[in-house]
């Protein structure tokens, strides 16, 4: 609110209001990019490693053989799924470990809701307190 009526009260006194944003100019697509690797400008070194992209340890020439050694939650072979379920046959918990909540014992089950439950729950309570 006051910042309003100081810049009005500038304006009418004859100041000009410079933006305090400043502009560069349109913008030019590069003719030519590089992109061979370079080190970054704030590595403590100034070089990149003396193995890098030889070949040697986590590079890759393509990216099926990266795929080939890459893990997330396990290996993602190519054979994964190659395999039906069926012949891979049950799969049983480890002991003490359960898949469903219903097959806890019974007091750590859900107890079901009851109708006045329920109906307060649908008319967010108003019906429980008439």
Not at 81 to 97: D, K, T, V, W, Y
């Amino acid at each position: 609110m006051f910042a309003t009526r100081a810049l009005r009260q500038a304006t009418a006194h004859g100041a000009e209001r410079t933006p305090l944003i400043r502009f560069i100019g349109k913008r030019q697509i590069p003719s030519a990019v590089d992109h061979t690797p370079q080190p970054h400008p704030a590595s403590p070194t100034g070089s990149l490693p003396a193995n890098f992209g030889n070949g040697n340890g986590n590079s890759h020439t393509s990216f099926s053989s990266y795929r080939d050694s890459a893990q997330q939650h396990g290996p993602l072979r190519k054979s994964f799924g190659a395999q039906s379920a069926a012949r891979l046959g049950p799969i049983e918990p480890p002991n003490g470990h359960y898949f469903d909540r219903n097959q806890l014992p019974e007091r750590f089950r859900r107890t079901p809701l009851s109708m006045a439950e329920i109906e307060a729950v649908e008319t967010g309570g108003a019906a429980y307190l008439s």
